[in-house]
């Protein structure tokens, strides 16, 4: 019997999508490099289905249907080159290798071209929907050569994530490792929304008093409102455990040190070197590594004093106050998002369409919200919007609601509970509506201790000045700089 897909690692998502992929009608062949991996999915999960494990890469690639098919779920990393050296000397012209872990999309890059130029296809997926996703439908982000994407779409179709319209959360992403990349920037975005909602807790826990109980409320009321979402709805279910043991709230025993994959800090990191201004991203990535420091931090609440947290004013108008700044912060959150995108689409030659990201993002993914599919009718009004904040939707959803943003934000800071993302949030929203911003200055400074030159508002030109002689007024016209 041909095989039609082979599945290489048996973790959770391995054998989770193993599941999925035959369930939906297809033929499936397993290996594990931990056999004892392979035997007890094989005795468990698998016993009885059209999914057979095998104990070699040779008798995998032996059992499939030509061109063969193989979806590898290893960590990202050096276990990835190790996979592929592994396979690749059974594979022949052709063939197409899946990544679907959570590689770096450089990486990605370099796999498909070492890969292509020997004619084996690869394929770098973003997969995302955690374990549950992985068995019932993940929101998948294929990107690599087009005729692979065409061999694979039919399964990848079939096992995806399906929107409430019925569209499968599935698109052809683009070359080389544009899928990695939206995964990567889907992560950046995942990274924001947890902070901000976090900080909206920390603001209604510390600041207002609420408790576990109140906010389960809280969150479940807002999670049928602007706010639906499946962050939104987990944080509401997140409040309603108790220990059994102390019978609190399980949250409120947590350690708040949060940990980070590394995908959040390389959203942030590539932002920078394309030119891409994602304040409440980075803000998120920051806070992760400022939880990190809790001995310092248990160490400086001893010796730094600041406001108590504590508001006293109108309970009701900070909850409302609230709600309407995590919806506004989240937009700037995912326009951020969304402006990476397409930056590095120019800068990579991607050709993303951001329309269809929206799109597969509906279900299936972590960060899937109601608020995804108005950004997806913004980008079928206009698909060259530069940035959602000028979709007049978008435009007027946020300016409706600043006074409430400006005046939670404004209350945090009053009584000394950090809102980085949400500030970093309001932040960028008043750079982006401002015509003019400091940087004139920070330009003279640059041209007075380094002769970077500077323009002018009145003229053309690139200019230098001479900031010492003559109060600074000899100006020289200067060559154009590169």
């Known amino acids: 019997m041909d095989f039609e897909i082979g599945v290489v690692g048996l973790g959770v998502m391995g ?40 104990e070699s890469p040779s008798a995998l690639i032996d059992s499939l249907v030509k061109p063969r098919t193989i979806l590898m779920m290893v960590p990202a990393g050096d276990p990835v080159d190790s996979a592929i050296k592994t396979l690749k000397p059974h594979l022949e012209p052709g063939d197409i290798l899946i990544d679907g872990g959570n590689s770096y999309f450089q990486d990605t890059e370099r796999r498909n071209k070492e890969l292509e130029a020997e004619d084996i296809n690869f394929i770098g997926s973003g997969v995302s929907g955690g374990e549950e996703g992985a068995l019932w439908g993940p929101s998948l982000m294929p990107g690599g050569q087009r005729v692979a994407w065409d061999s694979i779409g039919p399964i990848f179709r079939a096992i995806a994530a399906k929107a409430e319209d019925g569209t499968p959360c599935v698109e052809y992403m683009g070359p080389r490792g544009a899928g990695h990349y939206v995964k990567m920037v889907h992560n950046g975005i995942e990274y924001g929304d947890m902070q901000l909602i976090a900080e909206i807790y920390d ?36 409040f309603s455990k108790t220990d059994r043991e102390t019978e609190r709230p399980l949250v409120d025993l947590i350690l708040d040190e949060a940990k980070q994959k590394g995908t959040g800090k390389w959203t942030s990191q590539n932002a920078l070197d394309v030119g891409a201004p994602i304040p409440t991203i980075n803000a998120a990535v920051e806070s992760r590594i400022l939880s990190s420091l809790k001995t310092q931090r248990v160490l400086a609440s ?85 940035n959602l904040l000028l979709d007049d939707a978008f435009r007027s959803a946020v300016e409706s609601r600043q006074s409430a943003w400006r005046f939670l934000v404004q209350t945090a800071v009053d009584i000394g509970i950090p809102v980085l993302a949400l500030s970093a949030s309001l932040a960028y929203f008043d750079a982006y509506r401002s015509e003019r911003l400091p940087a004139n200055l920070t330009q003279a400074q640059r041209d007075y201790f380094g002769a970077h030159t500077y323009q002018r508002v009145d003229c053309e030109g690139t200019f230098h000045t001479n900031w010492t002689v003559n109060k600074g007024d000899v100006t020289a016209k200067s060559h154009e700089v590169s």
Request: with cysteine; hydrophobic share 40%; net charge negative.
């Open 203 to 238: 603001v209604l826990h510390r600041g207002l008093g609420l408790s576990a109980e109140d906010l389960h409320t809280i969150f479940t009321e807002w999670n049928d409102g602007e706010l639906k979402s499946y962050l939104i709805e987990i944080t509401a279910d997140i």
């Open 302 to 386: 001893r010796v730094l004093h600041g406001p108590t947290p504590q508001y006293n004013g109108d309970r009701r108008r900070l909850i409302d106050s609230a709600r309407q700044a995590l919806y506004t912060s989240k937009i700037i959150s995912y326009a951020q998002g969304f402006g990476l995108l397409k930056t590095a689409s120019e800068e990579y030659g991607y050709d993303f369409r951001l329309h269809d990201i929206a799109k597969i993002w509906r279900a299936g993914c972590i960060i899937r919200a109601s608020l995804l599919g108005d950004i997806m009718t913004a980008y079928e009004r206009d698909p060259s919007l530069v």
């Open 15 to 54: 054998h989770n999508l193993a599941l999925n992929i035959e369930r939906n009608g297809y033929l499936v062949v397993c290996y594990d490099l931990d056999k004892e991996k392979t035997k007890a999915f094989m005795e468990g999960p698998a016993a009885g289905k059209n999914i057979i494990g095998v």
